[in-house]
């Protein structure tokens, strides 16, 4: 379930850390996993903890607190929206509505021509560039104004 690229790269993760905590590596190594195989089924997280000699329920706990992990599969194009109160206050729940309008879905799915998954995120620490959009888990795309969010649309729909 991860090819030895897949593995070099959590190697390198493992550095960082001393020899017998493995497991600090977890977000990383499932970070590495989802990116190569597009989301986190059951079989890449128990391979994930079988890597890092971990129990896999300690490996599910992660993957299913952070919203950056995908346990479905999702669009080519995973958007995500803050729509905490301060980005609220400038504007995401309306920005939030025009996405979820031009790509006729709402949140937690994916368009039928498997473009677009539209997710709402949690505070992304940029409450001053809000709206703001996380594409892909990213690149965070800031002032995301209706106009803004149809010239992403269209450059996307390429």
């Known amino acids: 379930m991860l090819s030895s690229q ?5 190697d390198r993760e493992l550095t960082k850390y001393p020899p017998d905590q493995k497991r600090s590596a ?9 990116h190569e195989n597009g989301h986190l089924s059951a ?8 890597y890092l000699g ?6 599910y706990e992660v ?7 995908d346990l479905e599969p999702v669009g080519a194009h995973k958007l995500c929206i803050c729509t905490n109160l301060p980005c609220a ?16 879905i709402d949140f937690n799915e994916t368009t039928p021509d498997g473009k677009f998954t539209l997710k709402e995120g949690e505070c992304f620490g940029a409450c001053g560039d809000a709206p703001v959009v996380l ?12 106009e803004r969010i149809d010239q992403l649309l269209a450059e996307l729909s390429k």
């Open 135 to 146: 594409h892909n888990n990213k690149a965070m795309l800031s002032f995301m104004s209706k």
């Open 26 to 34: 977890v977000i990383s190594a499932l970070a590495i996993a989802q």
């Open 6 to 10: 897949a593995t070099e790269k959590i």
């Open 54 to 59: 971990m129990p896999p329920i300690a490996v």
């Open 43 to 50: 079989e890449v997280m128990d391979a994930v903890a079988a």
């Open 63 to 69: 993957a299913t607190f952070y919203g950056m992990y």
């Open 89 to 104: 206050l400038r504007g995401s729940v309306e920005a939030a509505e025009h996405l979820k309008r031009k790509l006729g």
